[in-house]
């Protein structure tokens, strides 16, 4: 079992950056080596949407088309926490972003493990 928490959501203007984070923690205070984790999103009245993942044992990314070229996932194994770095923000990234994590290498779907989720406005 593995806790998620994100935070960092909040109102930004087009062009604009932020970052979230998601802090994991494992119930019985395990490791979370071998996890995959990653960032989806959700927009009103679509979809949820894969934006990207990351290994927690390696430095391997992998981010969906709507990512590429803005947004950074990273890590910090000290904090136990997970990044989304998001730049060059445009209105249609607005959603609720959620973080997700699975005990075995997964890339787009099949995460076991999920968040709250974290609301992200773009609007000028």
């Known amino acids: 079992q593995v806790q998620l928490v994100e935070s960092g959501g909040g109102s930004v203007q087009p062009g604009g950056s932020l970052r979230l984070a998601c802090a994991a923690s494992?119930?019985?205070?395990?490791?979370?080596?071998?996890?995959?984790m990653a960032w989806f999103r959700q927009a009103p009245e679509k979809e949820r949407e894969f934006v990207g993942m990351?290994?927690?044992?390696?430095?391997?990314?992998f981010y969906g088309d709507s990512a590429k070229g803005r947004f950074t996932i990273s890590r910090d194994n000290a904090t136990n926490t997970i990044y989304l770095q998001k730049n060059n923000l445009k209105p249609e990234d607005t959603a609720v972003y959620y973080c997700?994590?699975?005990?075995?290498?997964?890339?787009?779907?099949?995460?076991?493990?999920w968040g709250q989720g974290t609301q992200v406005t773009v609007s000028s």
């Open positions: 997700a994590a699975a005990a075995r290498l997964v890339l787009t779907k099949d995460y076991d493990y």
């Open positions: 494992a119930a019985d205070g395990g490791t979370l080596n071998g996890y995959s």
């Open positions: 990351i290994r927690w044992s390696a430095r391997n990314t």
